[in-house]
């Protein structure tokens, strides 16, 4: 299994430009999270997902947008590029809820100037 | 809602040296807790979880956290560290689901443990 995978590992964009962040998970998993780790903050939820088709908002919500068409992919779209969307996103996926281990892919640099 | 205070945002401590990193939680009816480790340049990994039981939970590495609710605390200790354990340790925590709390945890802001040889 490659477990999750994100693309690309880092990007700069340009305030205003959008691009797509992309997550995919190989183990079925029906639980899917977006997560964003800026320094000496922690992790913070963005969205997260508990099945196809199913999204819901996590606590920084603002500025992107996801969706679940498929148990494998959960792509996070960030539209109109702020400098405060300067971060590592992680994306994570689980097999149901809370009481199974969120397995992390490497994350994803993005700098937007 | 739930919040997560790691006191120490960074500990230095010698190899073979015992180790403590602190966590507590804002007070709720029952919680889920967890310690997540990230290594350099890598996502995040479970070290270990506190469901419900025992209020003692061990890792396969050596480290083990202990659940007080009084003192609404998880803290995570390890008795000897290796040079290997340096990484950035995550405290975690949520509502149980099933008692109207949420699928989502709240992550502390993180402790810096370097192991110094």
């Known amino acids: 299994n490659a477990g999750v995978t994100q693309t690309p590992k880092f990007r700069i964009l340009k305030i205003g430009q959008s691009m797509t962040l992309q997550c995919t998970q190989d183990m079925n998993h029906n639980y899917m999270y977006w997560y964003r780790q800026d320094p000496g903050m922690g992790l913070k939820l963005i969205y997260y997902s508990v099945g196809a088709g199913i999204t819901d908002k996590g606590e920084v919500p603002n500025g992107y947008n996801v969706s679940r068409s498929t148990t494998e992919d959960f792509p996070l779209r960030l539209e109109l590029a702020a400098p405060s969307q300067t971060s590592v996103y992680f994306c994570?996926?689980?097999?149901?809820?809370?009481?199974?281990?969120?397995?992390f892919g490497p994350g994803t640099r993005l700098t937007v100037t | 809602a739930q919040s997560v205070t790691q006191l120490d945002s960074q500990v230095p401590v010698f190899e073979e040296a015992p180790v403590e990193l602190r966590c507590n939680y804002s007070s709720s009816v029952s919680v889920y807790l967890f310690w997540y480790v990230q290594y350099p340049n890598q996502g995040l990994q479970l070290l270990l979880k506190y469901l419900s039981g025992s209020t003692l939970v061990e890792s396969i590495n050596g480290f083990e956290a202990e659940f007080n609710k009084s003192q609404t605390s998880f803290h995570l200790r390890k008795p000897s560290v290796h040079i290997s354990d340096t990484a950035e340790y995550f405290c975690?925590?949520?509502?149980?689901?099933?008692?109207?709390?949420?699928?989502?945890?709240?992550f502390g802001k993180g402790t810096k443990l370097t192991v110094n040889p």
């Open positions: 975690a925590v949520s509502d149980r689901p099933l008692l109207g709390g949420s699928e989502k945890l709240v």
């Open positions: 994570a996926s689980s097999y149901r809820g809370l009481t199974y281990e969120q397995y």
